[in-house]
């Protein structure tokens, strides 16, 4: 923590909020790389959780853009308090994989958002890296399968990467046809460096975000409750591509 302070105790400063933000966004572009690095190795469940971990990385820089940027031009940073318990949210890969989401939810599948709202990523992440039995809070399940992470195949590592790529280009797109982008002038740079060129050369796409998904979530919203169908094939969804 910084020197800032505040009546209740020291907060970080403007410095290092706008730090923590270009950090995340430049890693989230290394993990990005190396993900599509491994993948064209033939190594599928590790660059699928380095594509997983590109995504936390970007949502991080993304979400902590949004509060340095909404404080700034508001009415300031909120206090010690409230800044320590939304730096924790940081440490949470499924807050994070939500995060990603959150702010644009209607131009994804609600498959989707089910499944990173449920938890379903992150497990499926360490599947990616662990051979493991299935678990809950209270015991392991001996009768269950064992997971191992060759069950993550090219098909699935190329969808996660695709997708994260598809954000990444998206943002791109926005700071060259805006000429800005994020309210922390370095992150824009960070997206106008030489680091970005991995984005155009990988050479699929996703139509993961789609405003033709806007309907879907409508409809379940009129309903009240999520639709079951969605819900029992959200896995598949995300496997196989939107």
């Not at 498959?111 to 709202?117: G, T, Y």
């Not at 015991?139 to 060759?150: E, F, L, T, Y």
Request: glycine share 6%; proline share 4%; hydrophobic share 40%.
């Amino acid at each position: 923590m910084s020197s800032q302070a505040t009546n209740s105790g020291p907060t970080l400063s403007r410095y290092k909020w706008k730090r923590l933000g270009t950090e995340a966004l430049a890693n989230a572009l290394r993990l990005h790389r190396d993900a599509i690095i491994l993948f064209n190795a033939g190594s599928y469940p590790s660059a699928y959780q380095l594509a997983v971990l590109a995504l936390e990385e970007f949502s991080k820089a993304k979400w902590v853009e949004h509060y340095y940027y909404s404080s700034v031009t508001n009415d300031g940073f909120p206090g010690a308090e409230f800044e320590q318990g939304w730096l924790r949210l940081l440490y949470m890969h499924g807050e994070k994989q939500y995060a990603f989401v959150a702010r644009d939810e209607f131009l994804y599948p609600p498959a989707l958002v089910d499944f990173i709202k449920s938890g379903k990523l992150d497990l499926r992440k360490q599947q990616a890296v662990y051979v493991s039995l299935e678990r809950d809070r209270k015991k392991i399940d001996v009768a269950g399968r064992i997971s191992v992470p060759r069950s993550i195949g090219l098909r699935e590592a190329k969808r996660m990467i695709s997708w994260v790529n598809s954000e990444f280009v998206h943002v791109h797109a926005s700071l060259a046809f805006h000429g800005d982008y994020f309210g922390i002038y370095e992150m824009d740079e960070v997206m106008l460096s030489p680091a970005t060129e991995v984005i155009f050369k990988w050479p699929y796409r996703s139509r993961t975000r789609s405003r033709k998904h806007m309907t879907a979530h409508i409809e379940r919203q009129r309903a009240g409750k999520p639709d079951a169908s969605e819900q029992s094939h959200a896995k598949a969804v995300f496997q196989t591509g939107c």
